[in-house]
């Protein structure tokens, strides 16, 4: 991928904060999907291939991807104001989002309706992360390997329903390996 | 109840985040085993509740930590479950996240971008799966998914309206 053009694109740490504001509050159910509408269509920082680049090593590293996501992207941009502002972005809205929820909570109640709602809002949320699906998977070149590895990844974690460390550590050296003879 | 102990909580939970690869529902039951079993700082049914809570809240999916500690010791609780949270983030990430910036072409960074992004694509279409499954009970929720789908890829619209017709269509008892 053409990483140089990346570097003119240059992001105040502000604009880093609002974004991912914008996106952590949109995100019920999931954020991938709002990360890569706002990122790749809305504010075209990252091309569907970067998006994924970093999806990829955001699921890869401990802590949560779209967290891990939220770090690099910010980096990227804005260096490490850029990481911090999108982090503060990312993070302190959810965070009094909930608490305020919590004390609602405690005055009223009414957990069946959240629970009802929650039901049928994680149903959309669902299927937005299958349009996610759709939509990143168009990068994958059209060869049998790389979606073999789909598959493979699919069946284990969402089928047989193995632990996702296992699953990935038996993969990743094949999948790694496969890529390095590629490029040579 | 124990009291709770705030340091010993907060290294625990600094543990758990950085071997949480895959995300935050890898280490809920760990969670769970620490508060409610080893300690019992909170009962089983608390613990789901609060965790449902923060499932309804926009954000990431982690929330749930901060909303427990909240619950434990307010908001020095919070920040004792929330920072744990950032600091793989704002350490491994960081660091990969340099390097990939400073080495855009270095052989292995290529090697796990192009190699592996295969199978976080299969990834992200297995949690869509397992969450279908998981909150569906009949073909009309199924339907909705599908709808929902469709509209995404086909249309233009806000899938925040989306969003909140599928909270619609919960309370209402219709999916």
């Known amino acids: 991928m053409e990483q140089t053009e990346l570097h003119e694109t240059r992001v105040t740490p502000y604009q880093l904060f609002l974004t991912f504001s914008w996106i952590t509050l949109s995100g019920f159910g999931g954020i991938m999907f709002w990360a890569r509408r706002r990122l790749v269509e809305r504010e075209r920082w990252l091309t569907e291939q970067q998006f994924v680049e970093l999806l990829t090593l955001g699921q890869l590293l401990p802590g949560p991807p779209g967290l891990n996501l939220t770090v690099m992207v910010g980096y990227r941009f804005g260096g490490w104001t850029g990481a911090a502002a999108a982090v503060g972005g990312f993070v302190g809205w959810p965070c009094l989002v909930v608490i305020g929820m919590g004390i609602l909570y405690q005055h009223y109640g009414a957990l069946a309706q959240v629970q009802r709602a929650l039901a049928g809002m994680s149903i959309v949320a669902a299927g937005l992360l299958f349009a996610t699906f759709v939509k990143v998977a168009k990068v994958l070149p059209r060869r049998s390997r790389p979606w073999l590895f789909v598959m493979l990844a699919f069946v284990g974690v969402g089928v047989l329903r193995w632990p996702l460390f296992w699953v990935v550590g038996a993969l990743a050296p094949w999948a790694l390996f496969a890529a390095w003879k590629e490029k040579v | ?175």
């Open chain 2, 1 to 175: 109840m124990d009291r709770v102990d705030l340091s010993a909580l907060f290294l625990h939970s600094l543990v758990l985040w950085f071997v949480a690869v895959g995300g935050p529902s890898t280490i809920l039951p760990d969670f769970h085993r620490y508060v409610v079993e080893a300690h019992q700082l909170m009962t089983s049914t608390e613990f789901a509740e609060l965790y449902t809570l923060a499932q309804a809240a926009p954000g990431p999916n982690f929330m749930y930590v901060t909303l427990i500690g909240w619950h434990l010791a307010g908001w020095a609780g919070a920040a004792t479950m929330t920072i744990p949270v950032l600091v793989p983030a704002t350490t491994l990430s960081l660091l990969v996240g340099h390097m990939n910036e400073r080495y855009p072409n270095a052989p292995i960074g290529r090697a796990i971008r192009r190699g592996m992004a295969p199978i976080a694509i299969g990834l992200t279409f297995a949690s869509a799966t397992i969450l279908m499954r998981a909150v569906n009970h009949d073909w009309r929720g199924y339907l909705l998914t599908l709808v929902t789908v469709v509209l995404v890829l086909r249309t233009s619209w806000n899938p925040l309206w989306l969003l909140a017709a599928g909270a619609l269509a919960g309370v209402l008892g219709l999916v």
